[in-house]
């Protein structure tokens, strides 16, 4: 079992996926997208929130429809990626509540927490007295219905895969009264996006090697949203054979024998260096490794959190495989 601290249990509780990772560190399978050189997320669109009497129909990200009967005043955000989209709206003066984890924007900081992704506190989500509360995907199934039977609204708005972030953003834009910010935002993400994949689409593919964490290895392989992040920035991830997140053999990796190794700084209790890469002896006999093409990305959070920032994640990803663009 991998031992993880307070956040790397979010950093990797991407839904059913982490939770798999977490406890049987077998791997677990995800959707499977069909994926070219160059991936640009697509909006899956969910059903507009409509109007009715003065009530508010929403249809969430799992297909659930929630009716409410204003706008939220007082907002309850049980995902860091919530969180943040929350605040990139400028409907964060509406937010009463959120989990440990959520701790970006600087603002967020002073907002009442209400117990972590994995475990909200049920009576502290209650003191809130939220208007609505803003869940993240399957890991929180349960915490969904124990709120439905409280009668509390609550609306699964996380993104649970690349392709649905925009459809994130523009659901809360709906729940939030900001949906010209909404659209705004998703544009300028699509256009720095396509910005990206227009620097690199002629540069020949770097293989890549995503280190998820290092003792037992395990990686991202295909259906993860790390694995849509490479492909993004105009790489090939290197364990794209295998499916979730999956332990992965030295042997293995040897034969990959990827053009760069990129490592998540907590893929260790206490973080990671280039220097502690370089001086492993299964990592070290890898030519990447030999020639020093190794990077640690700056914050985790930016490449495991599927809101805004996803954009910097993939733009810093391109930039460790081919400089500066």
């Known amino acids: 079992m991998i031992k993880v601290n307070d956040k790397m249990k979010y950093r990797l509780s991407i839904g059913l996926l982490i939770l798999m990772l977490l406890f049987s ?11 070219t050189q160059t991936v640009q997320p697509q909006s899956t669109e969910p059903a507009a929130g409509q109007e009715t009497s003065g009530k508010l129909e929403i249809t969430d990200l799992k297909g659930r429809v929630t009716t409410l009967d204003k706008l939220p005043e007082r907002i309850v955000s049980l995902s860091p990626a919530n969180t943040e989209i929350l605040f990139e709206l400028g409907a964060g003066d509406k937010v009463v509540g959120v989990t440990s984890y959520c701790d970006f924007p600087e603002q967020v900081k002073a907002v009442e927490k209400v117990g972590t992704f994995e ?40 993104a649970m895969d690349f392709g649905s972030i925009f459809d994130s953003v523009k659901l809360i834009g709906k729940i939030t009264g900001t949906e010209e910010k909404a659209d705004a935002l998703v544009n300028r993400m699509k256009e ?7 620097k690199t689409k002629d540069k020949a593919k770097k293989k890549v090697f995503y280190l998820v ?5 395990t990686t991202a392989g295909s259906g993860t949203f ?31 024998n990827p053009d760069i190794l ?35 990305m700056s914050d985790d959070n930016i490449i495991s959190r599927p809101g805004p920032r996803i954009v910097k994640a993939i733009e810093e990803m391109a930039a460790a495989f081919y400089g500066e663009l």
């Open 192 to 198: 720095s996006i396509a910005a990206i994949s227009e």
């Open 119 to 158: 475990g909200p506190n049920m009576e502290l989500i209650k003191k809130a007295q939220p208007d609505v509360v803003l869940a993240g995907g399957y890991i929180q199934e349960d915490l969904i219905k124990n709120l439905e039977a409280l009668n509390i609204p609550v609306i699964s708005t996380e």
């Open 213 to 217: 964490w290092m003792d037992p290895m």
């Open 262 to 296: 990129v490592a998540a700084f907590h893929s260790t209790d206490d973080g990671i260096t280039k220097d502690n890469i370089a001086k492993n002896p299964i990592y070290s006999k890898l030519d990447c490794v030999k020639k020093g093409h190794i990077y640690v």
């Open 25 to 35: 560190m077998s791997g677990c399978s995800a959707l499977q997208q069909e994926q």
């Open 226 to 256: 790390i694995n849509d992040v490479i492909l993004a920035a105009g790489g090939v991830n290197a364990a794209a054979k295998v499916d979730g997140w999956a332990k992965y053999s030295a042997e293995e990796l040897m034969l990959d």
